[in-house]
């Protein structure tokens, strides 16, 4: 079910969206909800991930190996941002 919202754009934006609307022939309010729904996909999916980073002494270890014969692929995530 679609209903209507009154959203205030840049008129810049505006001439981009009517631009691609043109060259897509897709309706720009078909756009604009696609836009819409990818950006809080993704905003959903960063609140729902930890953030995720590698400690400074895996890091460490892994640069000691760079340029010798027993170079590493670099290290995975090994400490997760507390909640």
Known sequence: MKQTADV???ADVLRRLDALSRRTQRPMSDIATE???DYLDARDVA???PEL???NATVLGWLKTWGTADETDAPVADIRKPS
Do not use: D
Request: charged share 15%; glycine share 0%.
């Open 53 to 55: 980073f590698v400690s």
């Open 47 to 49: 609140v729902q991930e």
């Open 35 to 37: 836009a819409l729904s």
């Open 8 to 10: 205030e754009i840049p």
